[in-house]
């Protein structure tokens, strides 16, 4: 998509009475505080947005900007208008982490978690597609219900597992105390292999079945304390 319809609804909500575009503003800079403000510029027949950044004179157009700041910019539009139609509706995201740097993961994740518990509006009901480990560490956090594995089935269908609950004795020991330990790092777990979701292929491009993956990720990660992994953060 090339964005039109998110400049179209920016520029209806910035000419109303007591318009709510503002709100839209303040909330993009608490991600990206070099943004001063954001306007408009009629170029041939259509309107383009225009980013006023800090220590540049002239507005900068959006493909000058980075992916996130457009990315930020959305979701900022999207929160602020949530209790607008009286109902949330439904929303897809994927990949909603493309583009944005690691250390606004977790604000995108307090976004998203927020608009499903009625901060910003009627509850949403939010679905989020992410092969983003950091990402899903920080949506799905100590709440492993929030967790889905998706996969693709032999007869070319998809399925969606869902995690089982650890206090669960009837679910295999082993699993049940992966999940206790990486009870806040369920993207680190998932990425592991232990809760399926990977490509054999992936892994072995040589390899046509699951089980001719020598080097499939298997078990528990390996225990590590860097500064790289996200039960540090």
Request: charged letters at 30%; a negative charge.
């Amino acid at each position: 998509s090339d964005g039109l319809g998110l400049v179209a609804e920016l520029r209806k909500m910035k000419d109303r009475p007591r318009s709510r575009f503002p709100a839209v503003v303040e909330r993009l800079r608490t991600c990206f505080t070099m943004i001063e403000d954001v306007g408009f510029e009629v170029v041939g027949d259509k309107v383009e947005l225009r980013f006023a950044l800090k220590g540049i004179a002239d507005p900068m157009p959006p493909e000058v900007v980075s992916d996130g700041v457009l990315l930020g910019l959305f979701f900022s539009w999207w929160l602020t208008t949530l209790d607008e139609a009286g109902t949330s509706g439904f929303t897809f995201f994927e990949d909603p982490s493309d583009g944005l740097h690691p250390y606004l993961y977790r604000q995108i994740a307090d976004w998203l978690i927020g608009a499903t518990e009625g901060r910003f509006g009627p509850h949403a009901q939010v679905v989020v597609a992410s092969h983003s480990l950091d990402f899903i560490n920080e949506v799905v956090r100590d709440r492993l219900e929030r967790l889905r594995i998706v996969e693709r089935t032999d007869e070319g269908g998809t399925s969606f597992k869902a995690l089982p609950n650890v206090d669960d004795e009837r679910q295999d020991p082993e699993l049940r105390e992966m999940l206790r330990q990486y009870r806040n790092a369920a993207g680190t777990l998932w990425y592991s292999g232990s809760l399926g979701g990977y490509e054999p292929s992936i892994a072995n491009p040589n390899a046509t079945e699951a089980g001719d993956v020598d080097d499939a990720p298997r078990g528990p990660p390996k225990e590590s304390n860097g500064e790289g992994d996200p039960r540090t953060r």
